[in-house]
């Protein structure tokens, strides 16, 4: 505690009186100074009234305003300053052999000393990636969203922390400048933002030496990847001025889980200036989450290889989902299906009605025929790969040659197709389809002994089970309709629902199996790579032309089988489980790289639409060949409807997560982890984006070791206990003010003033 003594008027002084008093005064003394100027004395009684002049008007001032004594005591409060600590994937990076961390904490360690010697300033660390943390970031450099949460008005994202909420008197950024959105227009952005918090924010560059790098800096796309059409890459990379780099070529390739990636596409990018840029064509030919590895041969010298490759999901999806729909006549259900394919535009149909077998002798000259024969062997030899979905709707496979054809048909669905099988007198059991090879590869099981009973011709309404109530695909269905379904004519009879798969309808009454399950009308099935859906019965047109196909505009109908197709081709957002990360996925760093604090984050899937933690399993496998081992994965923890699954440190890569559902159906997701990512794809120092930042928040940049130039924000200075008192009695100042004033009347009668 310091003692200090000050002046001040006396308690209750108007305001105005000050200003008043300070004008009569100085006009007095412009006179005063104006007759001695003009005097005739001698120079020593001149001054002699000048003083005494002077004395008497500043004693009458000082009796007009009754000056006191203030006795305090005071208290210095240090100066909050935050310390912001770069805690980024490029922090990892090592210059002349010192990791960007080591010089960030020495900087950060010489500070603290500084300001523990001043008593001037409270330090108070706290670390960034993905906002503010505790040591725990993510693996993006998220500068914007960590400023506005320590510059904002409370700052509740450090009482949330457990900290102190008042407002840093200054904040000290210790980064490299690799920050998360480098564009023009974000720092403009940031900057505005910031400018009139009136927070100064001094900036640290932690960086050595730009190292001698060659990376892959940016892959853009110029449009939507559409599987089988030509998609243009642009693709930057990165050549520091320590490397001789005039051309680089350039490798894009797709990752396969099932196989060696397969190159699509090379080119050379010519380097000025240490930047370059390519354009190059791919093409992809399967629709889903596609994983792409472009890499560059980098020059002699590269010493940081893991920025080399870049990996990265595309999105890829079908212009059209080509349709095979093959019904055995044309009923009420098959006319409303085919209406409803042809009118959607993301659908390419190829429908076949069969009113003629092939052997058929109609009598007739063919210029008389109005139909052709079902080419039951051209479609399933030769066309059928073509297709994305088979719809086989209310068809007899015997009369027709199909019979032959259905091992083709279940090695299609195994490769990756899919197939519906659609109720009706002429389908399931009652057309032919137990124990055939198609059989196998259906979701529900289907009873070929002989007499078993094949249909129930009584009106049926399905009930919904727990996971049809669940499942995305029914749900733009249940959006419409919730739970109410008309009455069906007639339902196919078929047993138990296959071991793995779903049953998301079921008969209300009639049971299937020695369990007591109901018997399933709308299944759904795995068949390795392919899917398969099971609908007994033929009078989903109902859902069209009924009361509630009234209510809702016929859109019940659409709703149905555009989430059915949707599933069947692994639309995501119909996926019976979603499958994601929690944030994108950062490798694990080099074993002679040291790991930060984000770099030290496990990645996490977060898995929706399970009932339980324990109906879903999860399994991991690093792209790029066959019997990949699956990696070691965490029980999961319930968050919500959420399970998070954590993952081990994965190294850079296309990885594929099969999320399985009551040990059997599964949900695919393929994603890509990179050494890195944003933040290694340029390694180079940004020092100007430091400078602009502290230019504009009326900070100071320095380097890491000019410390000592850094400026610290003065301590607060608190009163206390204070005393006051008048330093002479009113009358006192008036005495005095009189005695000058006389003596000055006196003297300028001596020297001729008056």
Request: hydrophobic share 45%.
């Amino acid at each position: 505690m310091d003692a200090a003594i000050h002046l001040s008027l006396a308690a209750g002084t108007p305001a105005w009186l000050i200003p008043v008093t300070a004008t009569l005064a100085a006009i007095s003394l412009v006179f005063l100074g104006f007759e001695l100027v003009r005097g005739r004395a001698s120079v020593a009684l001149r001054s002699a009234v000048g003083v005494t002049g002077f004395v008497g008007i500043a004693l009458l001032a000082a009796a007009v305003l009754r000056p006191e004594r203030v006795d305090a005591k005071e208290n210095s409060v240090p100066a909050k300053v935050t310390l912001l600590l770069d805690q980024s994937q490029s922090m990892a990076l090592s210059e002349e052999g010192k990791a960007r961390t080591v010089r960030r904490d020495e900087a950060v360690a010489a500070l603290e000393a500084r300001g523990g010697a001043k008593g001037g300033v409270r330090l108070e660390k706290v670390g960034f990636a993905d906002g503010l943390s505790d040591g725990e970031g993510g693996p993006r450099s998220d500068l914007s969203k960590a400023l506005t949460e320590l510059t904002e008005p409370r700052g509740s994202a450090l009482e949330n922390r457990g900290t102190s909420a008042e407002r840093p008197k200054a904040i000290v950024l210790f980064s490299d400048g690799r920050l998360d959105d480098p564009s023009a227009e974000a720092d403009e952005h940031l900057l505005k933002r910031l400018a009139p918090a009136g927070m100064p924010i001094h900036t640290v560059l932690t960086a050595g030496p730009t190292v001698a790098d060659a990376s892959v800096a940016s892959v853009r796309s110029t449009g939507n990847a559409v599987a089988h059409a030509p998609l243009a890459l642009r693709i930057g990379v990165v050549c520091t001025d320590r490397l001789s780099c005039n051309e680089i070529p350039v490798t894009v390739s797709e990752l396969r889980e099932d196989g060696p990636k397969v190159a699509l596409a090379r080119g050379v990018a010519t380097v000025k200036e240490g930047r370059g840029e390519v354009e190059v064509p791919i093409t992809l030919d399967r629709a889903g989450t596609r994983v792409i590895e472009v890499a560059i041969d980098a020059p002699s010298g590269d010493t940081i290889a893991e920025n080399n490759h870049r990996f990265l999901p595309f999105a890829v999806t079908r212009d059209r989902v080509r349709v095979l729909h093959v019904a055995g006549r044309p009923t009420n259900d098959v006319r409303t299906l085919r209406d409803w394919l042809k009118s959607d535009r993301a659908v390419d149909v190829v429908s076949f009605f069969i009113l003629r077998t092939p052997t058929d002798n109609p009598h007739a000259t063919p210029s008389d025929l109005s139909l052709i024969p079902f080419p039951v062997d051209e479609l399933f030899t030769e066309h059928l790969p073509s297709f994305d979905a088979v719809v086989l709707q209310d068809f007899d496979a015997q009369p027709y040659g199909l019979e032959r054809h259905l091992g083709q048909l279940s090695r299609y669905v195994r490769g990756g197709g899919g197939i519906v099988m659609v109720g009706g007198p002429n389908s399931f059991v009652a057309g032919g389809y137990a124990n055939t090879p198609l059989a196998d590869v259906l979701p529900v099981l289907l009873d070929g002994a002989p007499g078993a009973t094949s249909a129930d011709l009584g009106d049926v309404v399905p009930s919904y089970t727990a996971e049809g109530r669940g499942a995305a695909l029914l749900a733009p269905l249940r959006g419409l309709a919730g739970e109410e379904l008309p009455a069906m004519p007639g339902t196919n009879i078929v047993g138990a629902v296959r071991p793995g798969a779903l049953a998301l309808w079921v008969h209300p009454s009639r049971n299937a199996g020695k369990d007591g399950a109901k018997m399933p009308i709308l299944a759904l099935g795995d068949a390795e790579n392919g899917r398969s859906i099971a609908l007994t019965v033929d009078g989903s047109w109902t859902l069209a032309f009924s009361s509630l196909g009234e209510r809702t505009g016929g859109r019940a109908h659409a709703a149905f089988w555009d989430g059915l197709l949707g599933w069947l081709m692994r639309d995501s957002r119909y996926e019976l489980l979603q499958v994601g990360l929690e944030s994108p996925c950062v490798a694990a760093p080099p074993s002679d790289a040291p790991p930060t604090e984000a770099t030290a984050k496990r990645p996490v899937l977060r898995v929706r639409g399970a009932t339980d933690a324990t109906a879903v399993t999860l399994e991991v496998r690093k792209m790029g060949g066959t019997a990949q081992k699956a990696m070691a994965v965490s029980a999961p923890v319930t968050r919500g409807k959420d399970l998070l699954f954590t993952l081990p440190a994965l190294p850079p890569g296309g990885f594929t997560a099969r999320a399985k559902l009551r040990g059997g159906f599964s949900t695919t997701f393929d994603f890509a982890c990179e050494a890195g990512g944003d933040e290694w794809a340029d390694v180079r120092p940004d020092e100007g984006r430091l400078q602009r930042l502290a230019a504009a928040t009326g900070g100071t940049f320095v380097r890491s070791d000019a410390l000592g130039s850094l400026p610290l924000p003065a301590p607060t200075v608190i009163t206390v206990e204070r005393r006051s008192r008048p330093l002479l009695a009113n009358w006192l100042w008036a005495f005095l003010a009189a005695a000058a004033l006389g003596g000055h009347w006196v003297l300028r009668r001596q020297a001729k003033l008056l």
